[in-house]
């Protein structure tokens, strides 16, 4: 069974220098193109009208803008559009692939032959690259392991709020590192709160992140709704007094 090239590396410094001169729809079209390239692993469709058709290329500014990246990018040939950057990445993730299944089926061959198919194929498909191309059976890509260390809890805040605030992260796929923590301890400052005391209220708000000027805001609101509340009953304690004192002049 061949596995599909679904993940490929992209140098950014590269692909800006290459492509510096495009316009922002041929950018879009140019990625496009590039990513069928690899998911088929073989040339693009020589036919002009095909490839407007699978890639939803529908007014004249787009065919032209096709029409400039297929010319700056791509030699056409017999078979189709070749584009040797590609055809480089797909050649060495073929042999790379090879390699790792010769010697899944050398290792497993030798230990027990009726798992050779299965384990075999298991094991090279997770020997394929180690960024963004095909890595295992699911396609799953390689997370980075320093953001899958815990981090510590912060000395100042009590075990209850971190583990909840570890929670509310995981549960919106959010990494608690360091960095993030420096930054809402030094909006909770700003604010006048604690590092806690900034974690429960992300917690509580649905926050992925803490900002002092989202509370300030929110407690200027408070304060001037509790002046109007204050003035309102001295007004009516002001009337009441005012009455009584004319009562008892009377």
């Not at 700056?72 to 040939?77: G, M, R, S, T, Y």
Request: glycine share 4%.
């Amino acid at each position: 069974m061949e596995i599909a090239l679904h993940y490929y590396q992209f140098n950014i410094g590269d692909y800006r220098r290459d492509t510096a001169h495009l316009s922002l729809l041929e950018h879009g079209i140019y990625r496009q193109l590039i990513d069928t390239y690899y998911l088929s692993e073989k040339p693009l469709c020589a036919d002009i009208a095909i490839l407007m058709r699978t890639h939803c290329i529908r007014t004249a500014n787009e065919e032209q803008s096709l029409k400039n990246v297929l010319h700056d990018f791509f030699e056409l040939l017999e078979d189709g559009w070749h584009h040797r950057g590609c055809e480089r990445v797909i050649d060495q993730y073929r042999a790379k692939s090879d390699k790792a299944k010769a010697s899944a089926m050398a290792r497993w061959g030798q230990s027990d032959a009726n798992a050779l198919p299965t384990h075999s194929k298991r094991n090279a498909n997770g020997m394929l690259t180690n960024n963004h191309k095909p890595i295992t059976n699911n396609q799953e890509p390689i997370k980075n392991n320093t953001r899958l260390k815990a981090l510590s809890r912060p000395p100042d805040v009590q075990e209850s709020v971190w583990d909840d605030f570890c929670q509310h992260r995981k549960a919106q796929r959010a990494a608690i590192t360091q960095t993030a923590i420096d930054g809402i301890e030094r909006e909770a400052k700003k604010a006048g709160w604690t590092l806690e005391a900034a974690l429960s209220e992300c917690v509580l708000r649905g926050w992925r992140g803490f900002k002092a000027d989202w509370v300030k805001s929110g407690m200027k609101s408070n304060l001037n709704r509790q002046e109007a509340l204050e003035a309102r009953n001295k007004a009516i304690g002001d009337a009441w007094l005012a009455k009584e004192t004319e009562n008892e002049i009377r």
